[in-house]
């Protein structure tokens, strides 16, 4: 039987009277076939898969991919923090992440919707509406480039476009291979923070895409202390002033009012890489991203570190506006 | 034990942390170098060290005077600085700032959280305004307010959880420092909170006796109260600006030094401030020792009250050498309804007309359609089971709601605090923490072990006081002060799981499949008979322990029996839509307010406004931003709210 027959069946047997119920299967024939879902096609007219992402590195991954989501979580979050590539303006937003709506969902004649573990605690209702494919990068034992690497193979194969997956992976490590040969080869430990307030900061170190980049990319990453499962450390800044002295990167965004504020931190002024001017500051990266977060962090820390780095910090704050440029 | 000594007793293990801190940090700096050197190390204990001491020790102190200056007058040996509203309006300043207009935190991040913290006291005076002040009044306000502030700043949080995540931190209450400044703020606002309150003092004394009697030695109660709570929420708002919420040493330092003696206003004001801050200092010393270097941030204040907490549970035995005063004349309610039956049956239709609504009518892929234009499996196969459980939810929260205030004799009570929500709470986020993916069973069963455990608690600390209600009370608000502390953990902390455990929190009806919604109707249906004949004690013992005895009530045993009914009804409720769904307190109330006024009428009252309420905001949490949606719980809050204050204010 069809699904939507059995969709029509279903409305019977929960007793909807009949009238009803032949208005209902009129209804759908006309408006769910036609109207509401324009069929998308690839370059070579295949039909694409309809995909729903619940996560945000993979909605970017599937977009990599070429295969953009129907829908996804918090779209408009997406839009500000992963930012590239962009999403399809058509995708539809599900709502928050923790809590995709299922109404919704069920409405968009799925044939796949992709989360992490972190969703897990919805998989057995989400399976109610289209097959469920969970893959993660964090919660699972590994380092995270070839987590990554895997994550990527598994979405790409899940949607079939394995063939993809491997154009990927390649264009990311050509693209990095190439900004690596752009750097200073003595270029000290890098510190990758972001401000959370003028006195606490995210660190990122091991088992973070930024930290597996910058191995990638031939660097060496100052933080080697401990982190969190979700590879970074979130520390008082004072905890930075007994690292070596490194290249300190600021990722944005910047919080509203931090900046005046560490014009008055006497421990921030103190800090050996402020001491020195070796501050750059580059717009945000999401950190939890796939292969397009790594090649964007690539880029704009080559751009950052290539330019002249003291003339950029003593001209002071750089990238706190939007976090994607 | 003195208050004295048990100062000195805590001076004691502050000493070694400092001088541990000093000779390793230091390496050996000599004083000199140490206070001139320009070395990183001479710097940081210059700079971030010494200030962070010196402002643990003033803001410890700053809360414990607040927290005296409150429980005395508000005669309630429970209330806190938060007690009136205080911190979550400057929270809830704060993180809109954020959001909205961020120029005002550039401006000044103190201003904007002492405007939100000024702004919520203004509007728990007004409410309270009528009826002159009183104190059962103004803790009634205060904790609506709190409620209806407290939420709107999770469902930002819930929104926009990583832009807020600074603002996070702050809610932990982080007492790191950089320099001076904080204590140059500080240090002024305290000596002329110091002042006033030596000021107040004789004044203030005199509460101790009762209304009449404070009146007749010729008190301005109105005044009085007014300048001494101005001036506790003016010291505690400028701690909270500063450090973050750090409300728990208000709470704890007044209560810890009244049991170790200090029995008059005075004693209790010179040494609950030097409790308080050494207490913090030796919080903020023993952490950045001893966890200083973990990855995750270990905030100083939600870590005092999470260690603190259980320290309250130790104490709440001994508090039997302290009778608190009472805490002066119940909120007179109007005349009792003509024909309740009537009423109970047009909310009853009203309910059933709200779940019809909430079932038929709703919005989907191509806006708001109509109901039979789509088929049942995809819209009326979802919205089943969260009407169902919506409805069960609300019914059982509001019974337990009606039995715990009725029990207690507290219009204060609810089941959430009670504490057996908070443990349900805390074992989910206990999950979240320690296991890396946690499937809907796993949850169900660690909010049912945490619900237990603290049933468990709850008995083992009240059985012997034949379970009085006001120490029952204090084991719950412990319970919920250790949630509150680890969520508040959990959220600094920036994990990206955070999402969905506030969801869960904040009391979502998402989750629910249909064979639970069915076990949670049937259990709810199961409880409203089991509770019926017990409606006859209901009516006795808020008439207090003594007239019931005098009626032939057994009050110990029939207290534990009414007590389990409620656990099973709160974990029952809450394992569906989280801990903080505050129907239990509202709809209570609301029957009362309405004119429900004997314990059947009552119960029966508020089992159907608890489902209305639920249904209803159930639905309007799906619908209203569609296709996000707002935590039922949330929704029934704010409604609910709202209609509370705004009898409140009437009354």
Not at chain 2, 22 to 37: C, E, Q, V
Not at chain 2, 345 to 352: D, G, K, L, S, Y
Request: hydrophobic fraction near 55%; proline fraction near 5%; charged fraction near 10%.
């Amino acid at each position: 039987m069809s699904r939507r027959g059995r969709r029509a069946l279903v409305g019977v047997l929960a007793g909807i009277p009949q009238r009803a119920a032949a208005v209902l299967l009129t209804a759908i024939l006309c408006v769910t076939g036609s109207a509401l879902h324009a069929q998308a096609h690839d370059t070579s007219g295949a039909r694409l898969p309809r995909v729903a992402a619940i996560d945000w590195g993979q909605a970017q991954t599937l977009t990599a991919l070429g295969v953009p989501p129907v829908a996804a979580g918090q779209t408009e979050g997406y839009n500000i923090w992963v930012g590239a590539p962009k999403l399809d303006a058509a995708t539809r937003d599900l709502g928050l992440r923790a809590q995709p709506n299922m109404e919704l969902l069920s409405q968009l004649d799925l044939d796949l919707i992709t989360i992490t573990s972190m969703y897990a605690s919805s998989e057995s209702r989400l399976a109610e509406i289209a097959p469920v494919k969970s893959i993660d990068i964090y919660q699972r034992s590994g380092d995270v480039w070839s987590n990554t690497l895997a994550a990527t193979r598994e979405l790409a194969q899940a949607v079939g476009r394995s063939a993809a997956a491997e154009r990927l992976i390649d264009d990311t490590e050509g693209q990095i291979a190439q900004f690596a040969e752009r750097i200073d080869r003595d270029t000290p430990p890098l510190l990758v923070v972001q401000f959370m307030d003028a006195r606490h900061v995210r660190v990122y170190g091991e088992r973070s895409l930024i930290d597996a980049t910058i191995q990638r990319m031939g660097l060496s990453n100052a933080w080697q202390d401990s982190t969190l499962m979700w590879g970074f450390a979130l520390v008082p800044i004072q905890r930075l002033a007994t690292i070596d002295p490194a290249v300190m990167v600021v990722m944005g965004p910047i919080p509203a009012g931090v900046e005046a504020r560490l014009a008055d931190s006497v421990i921030w002024q103190r800090l050996p890489a402020v001491r020195q001017g070796a501050v750059v500051h580059i717009p945000g990266v999401w950190s939890y991203g796939g292969l397009p977060s790594a090649t964007r962090f690539a880029r704009l820390i080559t751009n950052a570190l290539s330019d002249d780095g003291a003339a950029r910090s003593e001209r002071g704050a750089v990238g706190p506006a939007a976090p994607v440029s | 034990m003195t208050p004295g000594r048990l100062c000195a007793l805590l001076a004691l293990p502050l000493c070694i942390l400092v001088s541990y801190t000093l000779i390793h940090t230091g390496h050996g700096l000599g004083l000199h170098a140490m206070l001139f050197g320009d070395s990183i190390d001479a710097v940081l204990i210059r700079y971030s060290w010494a200030p962070g001491l010196a402002v643990a020790l003033i803001g410890g102190a700053g809360l414990g005077l607040a927290g005296v200056l409150l429980q005395q007058t508000l005669r309630n040996p429970l209330a806190s600085p938060t007690t009136l509203g205080v911190a979550s309006g400057a929270q809830l300043a704060m993180l809109s700032a954020t959001l909205f207009a961020p120029s005002l935190l550039v401006w000044s991040r103190g201003g904007v959280a002492f405007a939100g913290g000024a702004l919520a006291l203004a509007l728990v005076f007004a409410l309270a305004w009528r009826r002159r002040l009183a104190p059962t009044v103004l803790v009634l306000a205060g904790m609506v307010v709190n409620l209806y502030f407290g939420t709107l700043s999770l469902a930002l949080i819930l929104f926009n959880q990583e832009r807020l995540a600074g603002m996070m931190i702050w809610g932990a209450g982080s007492l790191t420092q950089d320099n001076w400044s904080g204590v140059v703020y500080l240090l002024p606002r305290l000596a002329a909170g110091l002042v006033g309150a030596w000021l107040l003092s004789r004044a203030l004394a005199l509460l101790d006796l009762d209304e009449v009697n404070a009146r007749n030695l010729g008190v301005s109660l109105f005044y009085l109260r007014l300048a001494s709570l101005g001036l506790a929420v003016f010291l505690a708002v400028c701690v909270v600006a500063r450090l973050g919420n750090i409300g728990f040493i208000g709470l704890a330092a007044p209560a810890i030094v009244r049991i170790a003696g200090a029995r008059t206003f005075k004693a209790r004001l010179l040494w609950a401030p030097v409790f308080g801050g050494l207490l913090l200092a030796i919080a903020d010393q023993g952490l950045s020792v001893f966890v200083g270097d973990s990855p995750m941030l270990v905030p100083t204040g939600a870590v005092t009250a999470a260690l603190g907490a259980p320290l309250l549970l130790w104490l709440i035995p001994r508090l039997s050498m302290v009778r608190s005063a009472p805490t002066g004349g119940t909120i007179d309610v109007p005349a009792r309804r003509r024909s309740p039956g009537r009423f109970i049956a047009v909310v009853a239709a009203a309910t059933v007309v709200m779940a019809g609504i909430g079932l038929l009518a709703g919005q989907g892929a191509t806006g708001w359609h109509w109901p039979w234009s789509l088929p049942w499996s995809e819209a009326g196969a979802w919205r089943l089971p969260r009407v169902m459980a919506a409805g069960a939810a609300g019914m059982m929260l509001a019974l337990a709601g009606t039995i715990i205030q009725r029990l207690s004799g507290n219009p204060l009570a609810s089941p959430e605090v009670l504490g057996i929500s908070a443990g349900a709470g805390l074992g989910l986020l206990g999950l979240l923490l320690f296991s890396s993916s946690a499937s809907t069973g796993l949850s169900l069963t660690a909010g049912t072990l945490g619900a237990l455990a603290t049933l468990g608690l709850l008995i083992a600390i009240n059985a012997r006081s034949g379970f009085e209600p006001e120490r029952l009370l204090l084991t719950g608000i412990s319970v919920m002060f250790l949630f509150t502390a680890v969520q508040q953990i959990v959220m600094a902390g920036g994990d990206p799981r955070v999402q969905g455990a506030l969801a869960w929190i904040l009391g979502s009806t998402y989750s629910v499949s249909l064979p639970r919604a069915l076990v949670v109707c049937a259990v709810a249906a199961a409880m409203i008979a089991v509770t019926r004949p017990f409606a006859a004690w209901l009516d006795l013992l808020p008439l207090g322990s003594a007239t019931a005895r005098a009626l032939g009530m057994d009050v110990n045993r029939s207290r534990l029996l009414l007590l389990l009914m409620v656990s099973v009804l709160t974990a029952g409720a809450t394992l569906i839509v989280g801990p903080l769904s505050f129907v239990g307190l509202l709809a209570p109330h609301l029957a009362r307010i309405l004119g429900l006024t004997r314990a059947r009428e009552q119960m029966a009252g508020s089992i159907v406004l608890g489902a209305l309420l639920m249904i209803g905001a159930d639905w309007l949490g799906r619908e209203l931003i569609f296709p996000a949606e707002l935590p039922s719980g949330m929704v029934a809050t704010l409604l609910g709210g709202s209609y509370f204050m705004w009898r409140l204010r009437r009354l």
